[in-house]
C-alpha cells in the first residue's frame, strides 16, 4: 500500500495561497468560519482518509458488490464509512445552515472530498451520491418531501441516488418512456427501468432514494415532457413503518473497476405499487436535474483528479526508492546504480502527472471558488460567477477524466512490470480511472454542451468573461521576469482559441451547427489545455511571490516544483493545441460525409 | 462475445495488394509457395483463431493461473492450444526448412499470428515464446542443443522461454547477477532469480527450457560480461528421463489483464544443482539475445494491434446496432434514433480505432517484408533491409503499444457505460492491451534505441534509408489529383523530421548525449507519427489505383472507408508532430535541471 495519496502541503497552497479561502469569511455567509476551522476540517479529512477510507482501498476491489436474493450486499465496511461521514456532517458540509449544512466554502469541502476520493475512489461516492439527492430535494422540493427525507440522507441513514439512464436511451434523455401515471390521490404511480445507477441498492443504509427522471402521462415529447421524481426504495406507510415501494434490482454490473461501487439497473413498479413523489413542477425535471448534474461533474473531475494524484504518489514513492541504471553521463557498470527518479524520461513521465495532478484541482477549486464567490459577491456580480462555472463545468469534468486516463498509464509506467501487478496500486488506480470519461455525460457530451451549448447562450458572454480571467492573470505575470515567456505563450495561445472559436462559429452561421459540432471534442481538448495553462501561470504568479531566501528546504523545493511543473506544462502540453487548433480549422468534413457503410468488412 | 476480431478482407489487401507477397515466389527462397497456400494458410489461421482460441478467450482471463504445490496450473484449454499450434506446424511455420520449418514469408506468418493474437491474446503467446527460443538454439547453438530441445520446442511438447530481467536490475541488464559457475565438467550451474518470465512455467508442457542470460564466473562487468544459456526445468539423466533441473517457481503475478498467460518469478540453483548449457560463445549472449528480443518487439507490437482490431470490431458492431439519439440537423423527439455510428463523433471516434489498427498492421508487415527480402534481394541490398528493419523495429513495437492504450479506451467509450462492464470484451482489451508499453523494453528503452543507437549506427545510414523509402511513396503520390494534398503534408511531416533530428544530432555535440535522449520518448512519438502517415500514404496509392466502377458493392465500401481513413489520419493525427517538433527543438533541459527533491511533499 502507499504511503501517500494526496499533499497536503498543496492543498494548503491552493486553498490559502492561491485562492485565499480565508477572505470568504469576510462575508457574513462564510463568517462562522475561519483559517482555525478551514485547517481542523482538512486534518479531520485527512484522518478519515487514514483510518476510514484508505485501509479498505484494496479489499473493496476485491470484495465487489453481490446481488444476493435481491438485494445487493456491498463490502462490510460500507456501513461504518457511510455513518462516520453522516454522523460528522460531511454529507451536508457545504449545504445552507437552513438545509442542515455547515456552509462550508465548497472550495473548502471539495478539498476535503479530493483527500477521501484519493484515499479509496468508491467508498468516498457513497456520500457524494446522498449529498446530490439531498441537494435536489432541499432545492425543489416540498416541505414533507424535506421532512421525510432529508434528516435521513444527510445522516448517512439512507443512501441518495441520481437515476437518468435508461437501457433503450443512454445518453439520450429525449427518450426516456419510465412513466408516472397519476393515482387519483394527488400521486403518482412508476413504471421504468433505469440502468447504470451508482449506489442504486446495497446493505449498508436501510432505504434507498431515488432522483428520477420520468415522464408524466401526456407530457411533451423529448425533453420537454421530463419530470422528477423522488422513488424510495422503501416508502413510510400510515403506521410509519418502512414498507417495500415495489422497487427491483434486476442487475448488480461487474466493472473494471470502481469495484468498491455497485452500479445497478433497476425495475420500478413491476408489480404496480411504486409510488413517485413529484419534485417542483411537472416538465421541469431536466432543469432541475441540471443542478445535481452539474455537481456531479464537477465531482467527477474531483475524482479522476483525486485517483491520479493517489497512483502519483504512488508512482513517487516508487521512483524514489527503486534503483535502476545510471546517468547517460556515468554509464560505469561498477558504479552504483542511481534511483529511477534520476533519469530523465521518468522525471517527464512524473512532471506529465503532477501537472495534470496540480493543474486539474487547481481547475476543480476555481470552479468551486466561483460557486462560493456568488454567495459573498454583489449582487451585481452574480451572473458572472455563475456564467464562468457553468462555461468550465464541462472542462472540470472532462479534462481531469481524459487526462486521468493517461495520468495513471503513465504511474504504471513509472513502476516497469510491477505497475501491472496487484502488488502496487497503480493498477487499480488505471481501471478506476476509466470510468470518468463515461459517467455523468460522456466526454462527447460534455464536447457539445461547451461548444453547442456555453459557448454561445447568452451571445457567448461567459466566453468573454473567460477570456478576460485569463488576460487578468496573464497581464498579471507581465513584466516578471521568469513568467514573461510564460504569459507570452498563453497570450499567443489564447488568441488561437479565439480564433479557432470564431471559426467554428462561422461555421455554425454557414453551414450549420452539425458541422461546427463535429469535433466538438477536440475543441473541448483545446480549451482544456489552454485552461490548464492558465490555472498553471497563476499558480506560478503565487510561487513567485514566495519565493525568498528565507523559506524551510522543504518550502524552497515545494516551490521549486510548482516552477520547474508550470515549465513542463507549457514545454511539453500547451503546444499540442497546434495540432488541434490545425484540424479544427480545416474544413475537411470528412466525418460528416463517410457514410457508416464505408466501416464495412 | 464479439463476432469479428480481424477483417480478413483487409489482411488479403496488405498481403496481396500492397506488399504483394507472391512475388517474393520468384526466389528459390520461397518457391514451394504460391498465392493459392497463402490463401490456404490464412483461411487455417482464420478456423484455429475462431474454434481454438475464441472461445476461450474470456474463460482464460477469469481464471488465470495458479501456484499450486510449485507447479503453476493453468486454463485447460491451454494443452490443446499448444498442441494443435505444434502439431500443425505454426510454431515454426517462418523458420527455414533446415531448421525444421516451413519456409513462409514472416509476411504471411505475421499475418497469421496477427489473427491468433486478435482472437486470444493470452491463449496465443505461448507459440511465439517457444519459436522465439527455438530460433535462437538453431542459430546459435550446437548441434547437440539442437538436437536435444529443438524438435519438442517446436512440437508444443514444451515450452520456451527469455530469461532476462531479474528483481534488482529491471530494464538495467549490465546490472544482472545471476551466476553460470562451470562446474569442471565443460558444463555450467546456475544461481540466480529471474522475475516477469513469461509462460515461466506451467502445467500444459512437460518440460520448460529457460534462454537464460546469465555472467559466467569472473566475466567483464556489465553488459560485456553476459552470456547466453539454456536451462530445462527438467533436465535429461544419462538414462534418458526427464529430471529436475533445480528451477523453482517462487511467484505468480497477478496481473490486471493478459491473464491467460503465466507470468512468473522463476529461482535457480537453489540447492546449488541446476545446470545450464552455453548458447555460443562466452559474453555475447546479448548480442544473441537481442535476435530474440528484436523479434519479440516486433510481437509485442502485432499483439497490441490485435487487441486494438478485436476491440475496434467490438465496437464496430455496437455501434452499428445500438440505437441512440438523432443527428443534430434533425432533434425532434418522435423521429427514429439512429444507430450510434450515425454520429460524427463516434466515427470519429472509429476512425481513430481504424487508423491505428490499419496502420499499425501495415507497419508491421512492412518490417515482416523488409525481413522476408533479406532472403530473397541480391546480396547488395540485404543490409539496407536489414538497417531498415533494425531502424523500423522500435517505432513497431512502441506506435502501436502506446496508440493501442487509447484505441482499445476509445473502443470502451463507444460502449458508454457498458464498455465498462464485463459484459463486453472491450474492457479485457483494454486491460490485455496496457502490458505492451513494458515488456520487451519499455517505451522509454525504445525511445533511446531509436534515437541514440539506430539513428546513430552506420553514420545515420539507416535513417538515411528510411527517408528514400518515404519519398518513394511521396513521389509516387504526387501528381495523382486526389493523393497530391496529402504527399504534400507528408513531404512537409519528413522535411520537419529530418529537421528536429538534425536539431537533436548538433544537441548531442554541443550537450552531450543526455540533452539529445532526455525527450527520446517523444522523438519516437513523432516518427511513429510520420512512419504511420506514409503506410497511409502507401495504402492510399493502391486504393486509387483499384478505385475503378466495376468494383462489387462490398469492395467498393472497403476502398471508400480505407481512404477516409487515411485522410483520418492526415487531418487528426498527423498534425499532432507540430506541437512534438515544439518541443524537441525548443532547448529547455528541464527534466535534466530539476532536482529529484522537488518532487517533495
Not at 65 to 74: A, D, F, I, S, T
Not at 121 to 142: C, E, H, K, P, R
Not at 531 to 536: D, Y
Request: aromatic share 8%; proline share 4%.
Amino acid at each position: 500500500m502507499a504511503k501517500k495519496w494526496v499533499s497536503m502541503r498543496n492543498l494548503r497552497f491552493l486553498l490559502n495561497e492561491v485562492f485565499k479561502v480565508t477572505e470568504l469569511n469576510q462575508s457574513p455567509y462564510f463568517d462562522r468560519h475561519n483559517a482555525t476551522t478551514y485547517k481542523l476540517v482538512l486534518e479531520e479529512a485527512a484522518k478519515l482518509g487514514d483510518k476510514l477510507l484508505h485501509p479498505v482501498f484494496e479489499d473493496m476491489d476485491r470484495k465487489p458488490p453481490e446481488l444476493v436474493n435481491g438485494q445487493v450486499k456491498v463490502h462490510p465496511s460500507t456501513k461504518k464509512i457511510i455513518q462516520e461521514f453522516g454522523k460528522n456532517g460531511w454529507i451536508s458540509s457545504s449545504f445552507p445552515e437552513d438545509h442542515g449544512g455547515e456552509q462550508l466554502p465548497l472550495t473548502v469541502a471539495n478539498a476535503c472530498n479530493f483527500i477521501f476520493a484519493a484515499a479509496n475512489y468508491s467508498g468516498s461516492v457513497y456520500m457524494g451520491l446522498s449529498a446530490g439527492a439531498v441537494n435536489l430535494i432541499q432545492t425543489f422540493g416540498d416541505e414533507t418531501l424535506k421532512k421525510t427525507y432529508a434528516d435521513k440522507l444527510i445522516q448517512g441513514l439512507w443512501q441518495g441516488t441520481m437515476a437518468l439512464t435508461e437501457p433503450q436511451a443512454g445518453s439520450s434523455l429525449a427518450d426516456i418512456t419510465t412513466l408516472a401515471t397519476p393515482d387519483g390521490k394527488g400521486g403518482y404511480t412508476l413504471q421504468g427501468q433505469k440502468i447504470f445507477i451508482s449506489a442504486g441498492d446495497h446493505d449498508a443504509v436501510e432505504n434507498v432514494v431515488h432522483l428520477v427522471l420520468a415522464k408524466i402521462e401526456g407530457a411533451p415529447a423529448g425533453v420537454k415532457g421530463i419530470s422528477l421524481f423522488v422513488v424510495p426504495k422503501k416508502r413510510i406507510d400510515s403506521a410509519g413503518e418502512l414498507i417495500s415501494n415495489d422497487v427491483t434490482v434486476t442487475q448488480v454490473f461487474h466493472k473494471m473497476g470502481y469495484r468498491g461501487a455497485p452500479i445497478t439497473e433497476l425495475s420500478f413498479g413491476e408489480k404496480n405499487d411504486c409510488q413517485a413523489f413529484l419534485v417542483g413542477e411537472p416538465n421541469r425535471g431536466l432543469s432541475y436535474m441540471f443542478q445535481m448534474m452539474n455537481e456531479a461533474r464537477l465531482g467527477v473531475g474531483l475524482g479522476a483528479t483525486a485517483i491520479a494524484s493517489a497512483a502519483y504518489y504512488a508512482a513517487l514513492e516508487y521512483t524514489q526508492s527503486r534503483l535502476q541504471g545510471r546517468k547517460l553521463s556515468s554509464k560505469d557498470p561498477l558504479s552504483a546504480q542511481v534511483p529511477l527518479i534520476e533519469h530523465a524520461d521518468v522525471k517527464r513521465m512524473l512532471l506529465f502527472q503532477r501537472s495534470v495532478v496540480e493543474g486539474s484541482l487547481s481547475l476543480i477549486l476555481q470552479c468551486s471558488f466561483y460557486e462560493d464567490m456568488q454567495h459573498v459577491c454583489p449582487a451585481e456580480d452574480k451572473e458572472r460567477y455563475h456564467l464562468l462555472l457553468d462555461l468550465l463545468t464541462p472542462v472540470a469534468k472532462s479534462y481531469p477524466a481524459e487526462m486521468g486516463i493517461l495520468s495513471t498509464s503513465m504511474s504504471i509506467q513509472c513502476f516497469g512490470g510491477y505497475g501491472y501487478c496487484e502488488d502496487f496500486p497503480v493498477e487499480q488506480h488505471f481501471r478506476d480511472m476509466r470510468i470518468h470519461t463515461i459517467h455523468e455525460g460522456t466526454t462527447g457530451i460534455q464536447g457539445m454542451d461547451l461548444l453547442g451549448r456555453k459557448l454561445v447562450m447568452n451571445n457567448g458572454k461567459a466566453f468573454f468573461l473567460y477570456l478576460d480571467e485569463v488576460r487578468k492573470t496573464i497581464g498579471e505575470a507581465r513584466g516578471n521576469a521568469s513568467l514573461e515567456k510564460l504569459a507570452v505563450d498563453l497570450e499567443e495561445a489564447l488568441t488561437n482559441l479565439e480564433h479557432v472559436t470564431s471559426h467554428l462559429m462561422v461555421q455554425a452561421k454557414v453551414k450549420g451547427a452539425e458541422t461546427m459540432l463535429a469535433d466538438a471534442v477536440l475543441y473541448l481538448d483545446m480549451f482544456g489545455i489552454v485552461t490548464m495553462a492558465w490555472q498553471w501561470l497563476a499558480q506560478a504568479l503565487v510561487v513567485q511571490a514566495a519565493m525568498s531566501d528565507n523559506l524551510s528546504k522543504a518550502d524552497n523545493a515545494f516551490y521549486q516544483g510548482k516552477h520547474y511543473t508550470c515549465r513542463y506544462f507549457f514545454a511539453y502540453e500547451l503546444p499540442k493545441i497546434q495540432g488541434l487548433a490545425k484540424r479544427l480549422t480545416d474544413e475537411d468534413p470528412l466525418t460528416l460525409d463517410m457514410p457508416a457503410s464505408c466501416f464495412g468488412d
